[in-house]
């Protein structure tokens, strides 16, 4: 009983932490309304492409600062 009451203990903080970090994100009203799935290693190659200087709808919003 007491792994039990210590596990139910622990899931109730990380439960409290996950309420807490959720609601320091980003507003609703400042979410992107159209967004895109970009896989990670396209990712990457879409941020070496911003290095070099290119400009794409995808960098904007990879590069967008969300704060």
């Not at 109730?12 to 959720?22: R, V």
């Not at 190659?45 to 911003?50: G, P, R, Y």
Request: proline share 4%; glycine share 2%.
């Amino acid at each position: 009983m007491r792994a039990a009451e210590f596990l139910r203990g622990l899931a109730d903080m990380i439960d409290a932490m996950d309420d807490k970090s959720s609601n320091d994100s980003v507003d609703a009203k400042e979410k992107d309304e159209n967004p895109v799935f970009v896989p990670p290693l396209q990712q990457h190659i879409e941020l070496a492409k911003a290095d070099q200087g290119k400009d794409s709808e995808v960098i904007q919003k990879l590069t967008r600062s969300e704060h």
